[in-house]
């Protein structure tokens, strides 16, 4: 189960990574920049969503193939997801209800932080 969640999340971040790197435009747009977004937000764009989402692809990708990297990648998965959920928690009293799409997302990142503590938990108790 730890492997194939894993490799799941490989996929997915992996997916997100190259649609991210070859569309800023578009993620831009999602959150209502389109209108005012410079090469310099063009770029961080990039980075932040295509390349952190790339390592983080990589790093589950080694995780759901070598056993010694399992417990790195998930620790790596709940805390970057458990953090976006806590500051996504903590801005709803700062920014209001935010759109369906991030809501989808905040799910999501809940999902995963839950399911990661799920496998850290059998990772322990396999020992």
């Known amino acids: ?55 983080i692809a990589v790093l589950c990708l080694l995780g759901g193939l070598y056993a010694k990297y399992a417990r790195p990648a998930l620790l790596f998965l709940l805390a970057y997801t458990g953090g976006y959920v806590v500051a996504r928690i903590f801005a709803l009293p700062l920014d209001g209800v935010p759109s369906a799409r991030l809501i989808g997302f905040s799910a999501f990142e809940l999902a995963t932080a839950l399911i990661s503590a799920l496998c850290l938990t059998r990772l322990a108790r396999a020992g």
């Open 1 to 55: 189960m730890v492997r194939a969640y894993l490799i799941l999340n490989a996929v997915l971040y992996g997916a997100f990574a190259a649609y991210a790197f070859l569309n800023p435009h578009l993620i831009a747009d999602g959150l209502g920049a389109a209108e005012t977004i410079t090469s310099d937000g063009l770029y961080e764009l990039r980075g932040v969503y295509g390349g952190v989402s790339f390592g």
